[in-house]
T-cell receptor
Framework: GNSVTQMEGPVTLSEEAFLTINCTYT??????LFWYVQYPGEGLQLLLK?????DKGSNKGFEATYRKETTSFHLEKGSVQVSDSAVYFC???????????FGAGTTVTVRA | EPEVTQTPSHQVTQMGQEVILRCVPI?????FYWYRQILGQKVEFLVS????????KSEIFDDQFSVERPDGSNFTLKIRSTKLEDSAMYFC????????????FGPGTRLTVL
């Protein structure tokens, strides 16, 4: 079945530091890949997505590239802000699926 | 921008009681989902619903759980006899299509079973 393995947290960074969160997946077929973000006390928000190999999703300065050869979808941001403090979830959904399969989530704290 | 809404935001109940969690999906979406997140753990799929039928369910979604779309806008999750381990955040989501389409999540209902 489908599964997502996500970098363990928590991650603590200083403002303007570079952030990367590793995500690898196992799936049948050609899944769509997602990053969702959960800010403190809030629900899940879509951060970015990619639907086919070599696609790059981007939003709010975050980027992730769908790498089929390494089955990865690592999240990166060049310069984080305090407001980026949140839990980040990598997720996938196959064409044959009705559900999203989530990684364990990575808690990111950015200090001023 | 359209969004998924959920009520209540927090529900406290006694073990063995029935609870109904309510969701209003985005109006032109056709696929509806429930997920749960036990505190500190990953988000887990419970059930998906399309055309007034369950299209997929997880092992968690046993006979104690049921879903319904009672009218053209609401989508509900019922837990018949709550257990302590049902305490979690429950998220509703909706999408236009299945199979890789983006799912949009509501803010969640925090269920506490005492």
């Amino acid at each position: 079945g489908n599964s997502v393995t996500q970098m363990e947290g928590p991650v603590t960074l200083s403002e303007e530091a570079f952030l990367t969160i590793n995500c690898t997946y196992t799936a049948t077929g050609y899944p769509s890949l997602f990053w969702y973000v959960q800010y403190p006390g809030e629900g899940l928000q879509l951060l970015l997505k990619a639907t086919k190999a070599d696609d790059k999703g981007s939003n709010k300065g975050f980027e992730a590239t769908y790498r089929k050869e390494t089955t990865s979808f690592h999240l990166e941001k060049g310069s984080v802000q305090v407001s980026d403090s949140a839990v980040y979830f990598c997720a996938l959904s196959s064409r044959e699926d009705y559900k999203l399969s989530f990684g364990a989530g990575t808690t990111v704290t950015v200090r001023a | 921008e359209p969004e998924v809404t959920q009520t209540p935001s927090h529900q406290v109940t006694q073990m063995g009681q029935e609870v109904i969690l309510r969701c209003v999906p985005i109006s032109n979406h056709l696929y509806f989902y429930w997920y749960r997140q036990i505190l500190g753990q990953k988000v887990e799929f419970l059930v998906s619903f399309y055309n007034n039928e369950i299209s997929e369910k997880s092992e968690i979604f046993d006979d104690q759980f049921s879903v319904e779309r009672p009218d053209g806008s609401n989508f509900t999750l019922k837990i018949r006899s709550t257990k302590l381990e049902d305490s979690a955040m429950y998220f509703c989501a909706s999408s236009v299509e299945s199979g890789g389409d983006t799912q949009y999540f509501g803010p969640g209902t925090r269920l506490t079973v005492l």
